[in-house]
């Protein structure tokens, strides 16, 4: 069976008269015909019966009316449920959340403040996601390769007792060889930055605690269970009397945050000659919503 000749049984169903179905139609008659009869025989039943100088259904017609006659409605509704989604899919944006969660989160805010129709799918660091925003984090000055993609630099703090923080208001990396270290997990793009700075400088941190949490290693921080590297802005104030602050000596320890756009819209393949890109309302006025919260 075919949509096109379901059309027509359903149209001459409920005229229950072939020439005029066939105008209704713009088809001819024997076409119209010809089609009911197909159908018959695939279905080996006869759907109409002569009655006078016109048709009217068989039992069997009557049944296949009744039951093809709501999914024939359902789809004339397609383009209005399509429409309805592909204006869903402009007003969402999805942002895959690498770094800086606590800044993020602050953006999503305030853009949601500003534009409440707006819709947020966030994932964190997940490879696999869909994506139309990706904040990252990076190595200071390290090469960018998306196109439009901005970056903020913020310094790389020691959060340490305040008592070892001297007149200069910072910290030497080798007086704190012995200290105990709290760490986020080697899954995490910060954890990935510091490992290598260390690494630059021949310094091994000897780390006691590690968790996937940025939250946890704040909180084991601030409570003084140990030394660590502390973003200077995305994770806030450090709210301990006891622990402070510090910048590292060594101007290397910095990273960037990245903001960068998907280079192509969502749900689309790869075609042969990439168009420029084109990305849903939102998630470009999004994009731009980030960038300049960074830099506020």
């Known amino acids: 069976m075919e949509l096109l000749q379901l059309r027509y049984f359903h149209e001459v169903a409920q005229t229950q008269h072939m020439t005029n179905s066939a105008k209704r139609l713009g088809v001819a008659q024997p076409a119209l015909t010809q089609s009911i009869r197909r159908l018959e025989g695939e279905l080996d039943a006869k759907l109409f019966e002569r009655q006078g100088r016109n048709i009217r259904l068989t039992p069997c017609g009557q ?21 309805q989604a592909k204006g869903a899919e402009r ?92 760490a986020l997990a080697g899954s995490r793009a910060f954890r990935a930055v510091c490992d290598e700075l260390c ?35 995305s994770w806030g104030a450090l709210e301990s009397a006891d622990v402070a602050l510090a910048p590292i000596a060594d101007e290397r320890f910095a990273r960037d945050i990245v903001v960068e756009a998907a280079a192509r819209p969502l749900g689309h393949g790869v075609p042969r000659h990439p168009p420029p890109p084109r990305h849903p309302p939102a998630a470009a006025a999004a994009h731009r919503s980030a960038t300049r919260w960074l830099w506020r």
């Open 63 to 83: 049944a296949l009316e009744e039951h093809i006659a709501p999914l024939l409605s359902g789809l004339e509704q397609v383009p209005d449920v399509i429409a």
């Open 91 to 182: 007003n969402t944006v999805r942002v895959d959340v690498e770094a800086a969660t606590l800044m993020a989160v602050d953006a999503i805010a305030a853009f949601r403040a500003a534009r409440p129709q707006t819709a947020f799918v966030i994932n964190q660091a997940n490879a696999a996601a869909r994506w139309d925003v990706r904040v990252k984090t990076v190595l200071a000055g390290a090469a960018v390769d998306a196109k439009g993609a901005h970056a903020f630099r913020e310094r790389v703090c020691l959060a340490v007792p305040r008592e070892r923080v001297g007149e200069s208001g910072s910290v030497a990396l080798a007086d704190f060889a012995e200290a105990p270290f709290v």
């Open 199 to 233: 690494s630059q400088v021949g310094f091994a941190p000897n780390v006691v605690f590690e968790s996937d949490s940025p939250d946890v290693v704040r909180k084991f921080i601030a409570l003084g269970l140990g030394v660590g590297f502390w973003p200077e802005h």
